[in-house]
Structures are given as C-alpha cells and as structure tokens.
Nanobody, 122 residues
Framework: VQLQASGGGLVQSGGSLTLSCAAAGRTFRNHDMGWFRQGSGKEREFVAA????????YYADSVKGRFTISRDNAKNTAYLRMNNLKPEDTAVYYC????????????????WGQGTQVTVSS
C-alpha cells in the first residue's frame, strides 16, 4: 500500500484542519487506517485509527472529542478532521495502514505515508 498524506498547514489555536490520506496499490479496503504524529524532539505517537469498514474508530485520549477519523473506501482515502486545535497538536502527522487491527505502537505499523506538517499558533 502506498500512502500520500496532505492537508497540513498553519492554523490559529481553536481552528480546524482536515488531513487526507490517499492510498494506492494493494486493497485499501482490507486495511485498517490510522494517523500518528511526531512533535519536534518527541517520539511518534498514535492519534486515531479506523477499521476497514469504517465502523470502528478509536482515539488517543489527548484528541478524543476534538478529532474525527473516517474513510471513504470508494475513493481509497482516509481523513482526519481536527477541530479546536491547540498548540500542543503541532507535529508532523503521518498516515498509516495495517492489514490487521491498527496498533497504537508505531513499531507495529506495516505501511507509512510521508508526513504532513500541522502547526498551531497560540
């Protein structure tokens, strides 16, 4: 699976952004999709994931209630809607895919896309 992330940018605190992850290659709809992020000087961390059918979603506690992950299997694309952004959300965001259940540990992820920078100003 090849993944292409987009949609990052600069936004003020309290603002919103939507990230997209377009997939190509092997069967997208058989894979869980997820988003991770890595702040400057920090380790990569789990943000959110969605099951292959779109019916199961789970989030890191730090983003629960503010971020929404979704997918459109007809378009081979996953999304991360981010509302009420905070300066601590500033990071490079990476999309990920896994043929099994997406784990929260980056080491278990099978496929990565390139990152997209999200910067939230205070």
């Amino acid at each position: 699976v090849q993944l292409q992330a987009s949609g990052g940018g600069l936004v003020q605190s309290g603002g919103s952004l939507t990230l997209s992850c377009a997939a190509a290659g092997r069967t997208f709809r058989n894979h869980d999709m997820g988003w991770f992020r890595q702040g400057s000087g920090k380790e990569r961390e789990f943000v959110a994931a969605v099951g292959w059918s779109g019916g199961t979603t789970y989030y890191a506690d730090s983003v629960k209630g503010r971020f929404t992950i979704s997918r459109d299997n007809a378009k081979n694309t996953a999304y991360l809607r981010m509302n009420n952004l905070k300066p601590e959300d500033t990071a490079v965001y990476y999309c990920a895919a896994d043929p099994g259940r997406m784990g929260r540990a980056p080491i278990h992820v099978n496929y990565w896309g390139q990152g997209t920078q999200v910067t939230v100003s205070s």
